[in-house]
């Protein structure tokens, strides 16, 4: 999936920012108003299983803390006779508050710990795209699109993780099937980390100026502050940019890939660096890929910087280049970022200001929502600004104005979108 600039400042990622889930790290903090065992005591109250607070009371209205509903939950666990709509809620309460449960001395079976082992998370997203390029006719697309991500737990290790979309087309009000985008097999020990199956392809080091995307194969990460990734499988020639690359292929739809990353980043400044090899024959069939020598290789090394200067402002910036490539070879960017909007909290926002270079045999498919959109090959200023005028509504709007690298014709766009998270 690609991402937008602002929507990665608060992590790599969408699913994170959609969960549900609060960390019980400190039983005196608030559970909001919002979260789902709101609902869970509610019902337990009326059925007359919890009786709220020591005045009978249930104050549904207001934040309470991890501890105060740790102790209903308590009292509701120690009734046995109850139906087993009832049961299933308490059984679901006391995963989630297993940690303040146990302070309090009640004990949680690893049965009623994992009595929630597959978790849903979804994002409806609306999102208009107006390209305008000189002598063109201009490009309008109004999309809406669903997605749904599962999350099951394996065990205390291992999770499988997926992501299940669907798209209209709201022009023509065409909708297409439901597709399983990835599914993985995500294996945690310690610093360690393997993937197992389709999982995004994503380029840390650069920020994404080179990939944002999936693959089908392996991946393994470790270390802490200095942290490395190798990975390889097969790439899906169809998901280029703006489709040069799936155009020249002709026997093969996929390309084989290998990839190994660095990345450094555990105070203010973070540095990062990566080499990615693909290998097809659709390389060779690319009209200004190379001047003569013919060649069924992809190799990109990228490098990318940041520094945060504070809690408000961050920039960062990134290269790019295919050494196999002799035309539009290189890619460059560098963006300055303030604030970043987070979804769990209303009102918050952030704005941006880039200049992105992209060379289409580089940039195979890049993060950015406007700089690549329908015509990759450009150069050229972007600005955007994303709000949060609802808890888990997210709205963005970006704008660029730049040239073809071919052409040297205008090129703009208009991006704007609109996610609903649960």
């Known amino acids: 999936m690609k991402k937008t600039l602002v929507s990665a400042l608060t992590t ?40 709220g607070y020591g005045d009978t009371t249930f104050r549904g209205n207001q934040n309470i803390t991890r501890y105060e509903m740790a102790q209903m939950i308590a009292k509701a666990m120690a009734k046995s ?16 508050f297993s940690d303040e449960l146990n302070n309090l001395g009640v004990r949680v079976s690893n049965l009623e710990r994992n009595a929630d082992k597959v978790k849903w998370t979804g994002e409806a997203r609306y999102t208009y795209t107006s390209a305008r390029h000189e002598d063109e006719k201009n490009d309008n697309t109004d999309k809406l699109q669903f997605r749904l991500y599962p999350t099951a737990e394996v065990n205390n290790n291992w999770h499988v993780n997926a992501r299940l979309t669907a798209d209209t ?23 360690f980390n393997v993937k197992l199956g389709k999982m995004p392809l994503y380029s840390v080091a650069d920020d994404g100026l080179v990939l944002d995307d999936f693959f089908s194969g392996a991946q393994v990460n470790f270390g802490k502050d200095l942290k490395a990734t190798l990975e390889a499988g097969r790439w899906n ?44 024959a659709a390389f060779t069939n690319i009209a200004n890929y190379s001047n003569g020598s013919k060649s069924d290789d992809a190799n990109i090394w990228s490098v990318g910087a940041g520094y945060k200067f504070d809690h408000n402002w961050n920039i960062f910036g990134a290269f790019a ?56 090959n450009e150069k050229g200023w972007e600005v955007g600004a994303s709000y949060v005028p609802f808890t888990n509504v997210y709205t963005a709007v970006e704008y660029f104005d730049g040239k073809d690298l071919a052409t040297d014709r205008d090129a703009n766009t208009l991006f704007g979108r609109v996610s609903y998270f649960f």
Do not use: C
Not at 24 to 31: E, G, K, R
């Open 81 to 96: 006779d109850v139906s087993a709509a009832d049961k299933a809620l308490i059984d679901k309460l006391a995963a989630e």
């Open 169 to 191: 087309d709201l022009s023509s009000d065409k909708g297409g099937d439901v597709k399983l985008t990835y599914v993985y097999a995500d294996g945690q020990y310690g610093n």
């Open 237 to 280: 020639l169809a998901n280029d940019a703006n489709g040069h690359i799936a155009h020249a292929a002709t026997n093969d739809d996929a390309a084989n890939y290998q990839g190994a990353e660095l990345n450094y980043g555990p105070n203010k400044l973070r540095l990062g660096a990566a080499y990615r090899h693909f290998n097809s």
């Open 321 to 376: 280049q295919n050494t196999e490539a002799d035309n539009y070879d290189t890619a460059h960017n560098i963006q300055l970022s303030y604030k970043g909007s987070d979804t769990a909290n209303k009102g918050t926002w952030g704005a941006y200001a880039a200049y992105r270079y992209l060379g289409q045999n580089v940039s195979l498919m890049p993060t950015y929502e406007t700089a690549h959109y329908d015509h990759l």
């Open 12 to 51: 790599a990622l969408v699913v994170g920012a959609a969960s549900t889930t609060f960390a019980a790290a400190n039983p005196f903090s608030d559970v909001p108003a919002d979260h789902w065992a709101y609902d869970a005591v509610s019902q337990l109250a009326a059925d007359g299983v919890i009786e």
